[in-house]
């Protein structure tokens, strides 16, 4: 069915006066092409070359006027509360997709993009003829999509330092996932050291070090190095904008209703440097948890749209059942992940 938002005045001329009068029962949605409706697709390297094709039927608005159609993709159940605008056309009634660009924004969408599975996405067109008017939105097309992992490459800060041997080509990285000289991730380091950030895996591009004060960066080859006061798993975060850090020395902890502490008293998680993840075994009830760092909920993390994704301040995580778990904590890579699994 198609759903008609409720609009403001549209242009019908008057010769006594140039105002415009929307006559609402003239107005026709997009009708989007529901062939589609229910198929499945898995985009492979086989096929990742070839594209799809967006058809929909034209707006009547019950006159002549330009319109700019948008064409639209959501998790199934979203309400497109975080669409993703795939292209737009301008007075043109289809849209073709290169699986590429489709594969490339479905990945984003996985809880866990080095192992994807298929997604149930939505689609919709919705037409605009002045930013002064609501938009007319067409049917929802649902589809199954499974995504071909490509590795998404995202900006990286290395971190080499005493803790690892002076060796950039093998230090672990803190990332940018917006790619706008903001960098964070966790390091593991099991000893009071000394460190750099390095903008490669060398020490022949740029080099960050000791910039003179608390929270300052340098980028002189002679700079002094960088150093965190005990062992630990820190949390960093850089601006190479304005070449400024700061660091977090964090142990995690398991809160909420599903858990025998509630939300006042930690669960607390063990860390493995093999694995690189947090783990607990633990009861839980059915209800709710988050992740929290060192006792507070002043660094605390939940999901967000993505199941299996962490964001900081996110919503909480829902137990359904209540039963034995395991509960992974992994902020080893630039998208922080978790996973339940009852035993």
Not at 38 to 65: L, P, R, V
Not at 146 to 174: E, F, T
Not at 189 to 217: C, I, Q
Request: charged letters at 20%; one cysteine or more; hydrophobic letters at 35%.
């Amino acid at each position: 069915m198609m759903a008609i938002a409720t609009l403001a005045g549209i242009y019908s001329c008057n010769k006594d006066e140039d105002r415009v009068v929307l006559d609402t029962s003239k107005i026709v949605a997009p009708a989007l092409d529901n062939s589609n409706d229910g198929s499945s697709i898995e985009i492979t390297s086989d096929n990742i070359d070839s594209s799809m094709a967006i058809t929909w039927q034209a707006a009547d608005y019950g006159f002549s006027t330009a319109i700019t159609y948008f064409v639209q993709m959501d998790l199934k159940g979203n309400n497109f509360n975080n669409a993703n605008t795939l292209g737009t056309t301008s007075g043109a009634t289809s849209y073709t997709v290169p699986y590429s660009d489709l594969n490339n924004k479905l990945l984003l969408l996985e809880a866990d993009p080095e192992a994807p599975v298929a997604l149930d996405v939505e689609f919709r067109v919705i037409s605009l003829i002045s930013t002064g008017v609501d938009t007319i939105t067409s049917n929802v097309v649902t589809m199954s999509i499974k995504p071909y992992y490509i590795v998404i490459s995202y900006p990286q800060l290395y971190v080499p330092g005493a803790y690892q041997g002076w060796n950039p080509a093998g230090a672990d990285s803190i990332g940018s996932k917006a790619n706008d000289g903001n960098f964070e991730g966790y390091i593991y380091m099991p000893e009071a050291t000394e460190f750099k950030f390095t903008s490669d895996r060398d020490w022949d591009h740029t080099n960050y070090g000791y910039g003179g004060a608390e929270g300052v960066l340098d980028t002189d080859p002679g700079a002094s190095n960088l150093s965190v006061p005990e062992p630990g798993f820190y949390k960093f975060n850089v601006n190479t904008n304005d070449l400024t850090w700061t660091y977090l020395n964090t142990t995690w902890g398991l809160i909420g209703d599903a858990t025998s502490g509630g939300w006042d008293t930690d669960t607390p998680m063990e860390y493995n440097p093999d694995t690189q993840l947090w783990t607990v075994s633990a009861d839980l009830s059915a209800g709710d948890i988050k992740f929290r760092a060192n006792g507070t909920s002043d660094l605390n993390y939940g999901v967000g749209d993505i199941p299996g994704r962490l964001i900081q301040d996110g919503n909480n995580i829902h137990v359904d059942e209540a039963g034995s778990y395991t509960i992974t904590l992994d902020l080893s890579t630039t998208i922080y992940k978790y996973k339940l699994e009852k035993e």
